[in-house]
C-alpha cells in the first residue's frame, strides 16, 4: 500500500478505476465512507485491512492465503472480513485460531494435527465439543 495515498487514490492509480468505482469497492470490503479520503498512513490497522483486502480481491488472484487475519483488528473489522471472505468468488485458505472469524465464513474445516491434516465432520461447533471432551479426559483425576 502507498501510504500518502487515500485508499481511493490508491485504487484508482493501481487499477485505473473511476472515484465512484474505487469508493464502491471500498464499500463492499467494509470501509467506512469517512475513510476513504484519509492517507492510508492515518488509518486503523482494521481500515488498513479492509483498504488490502480489496487490493487483493481487485488483483484477482485463483487463491488468497490469510494467515491469522484478525491480529489488531476490531469486532467490526472481523465481521467485515468475514463478509469479505464469503463474497470472494476465489479460493481462500484461512488459517485463524479466532473462533468468531471460522464461525462467520462459509467455510470447510479442516485441522492440522500430529503432522496430518483432516476435514472436519459436522462444524465448528462440533469440533470445539470434541476438544473440550477431550481435554476433560485429560484434565479428570484418574481412579
Given at each position: 500500500?502507498?501510504?500518502?495515498?487515500?485508499?481511493?487514490?490508491?485504487?484508482?492509480?493501481?487499477y485505473n478505476l473511476n472515484y465512484q468505482e474505487s469508493r464502491k469497492t471500498l464499500g463492499q470490503y467494509?470501509?467506512?465512507?469517512?475513510?476513504?479520503?484519509?492517507?492510508?498512513?492515518?488509518?486503523?490497522?482494521?481500515?488498513?485491512?479492509?483498504?488490502?483486502?480489496?487490493?487483493?480481491?481487485?488483483?484477482?488472484?485463483?487463491?488468497?492465503?490469510?494467515?491469522?487475519?484478525?491480529?489488531?483488528?476490531?469486532?467490526?473489522?472481523?465481521?467485515?472480513?468475514?463478509?469479505?471472505?464469503?463474497?470472494?468468488?476465489?479460493?481462500?485458505?484461512?488459517?485463524?485460531?479466532?473462533?468468531?472469524?471460522?464461525?462467520?465464513?462459509?467455510?470447510?474445516?479442516?485441522?492440522?494435527?500430529?503432522?496430518?491434516?483432516?476435514?472436519?465432520?459436522?462444524?465448528?461447533?462440533?469440533?470445539?465439543?470434541?476438544?473440550?471432551?477431550?481435554?476433560?479426559?485429560?484434565?479428570?483425576?484418574?481412579?
Amino acid at each position: 500500500l502507498k501510504l500518502e495515498e487515500s485508499s481511493v487514490e490508491y485504487l484508482q492509480r493501481k487499477y485505473n478505476l473511476n472515484y465512484q468505482e474505487s469508493r464502491k469497492t471500498l464499500g463492499q470490503y467494509g470501509l467506512s465512507g469517512h475513510a476513504h479520503t484519509i492517507k492510508i498512513k492515518d488509518l486503523s490497522g482494521g481500515q488498513k485491512s479492509r483498504v488490502a483486502f480489496a487490493d487483493l480481491a481487485l488483483s484477482n488472484p485463483d487463491v488468497i492465503i490469510l494467515d491469522e487475519p484478525t491480529n489488531n483488528l476490531d469486532i467490526e473489522s472481523i465481521d467485515a472480513l468475514a463478509e469479505a471472505i464469503n463474497k470472494y468468488t476465489g479460493g481462500v485458505i484461512l488459517v485463524s485460531h479466532d473462533a468468531r472469524l471460522i464461525l462467520e465464513t462459509e467455510c470447510q474445516l479442516w485441522v492440522v494435527e500430529d503432522k496430518n491434516v483432516h476435514e472436519v465432520e459436522g462444524g465448528f461447533e462440533d469440533y470445539r465439543q470434541e476438544i473440550l471432551d477431550k481435554l476433560g479426559e485429560t484434565l479428570a483425576p484418574s481412579a
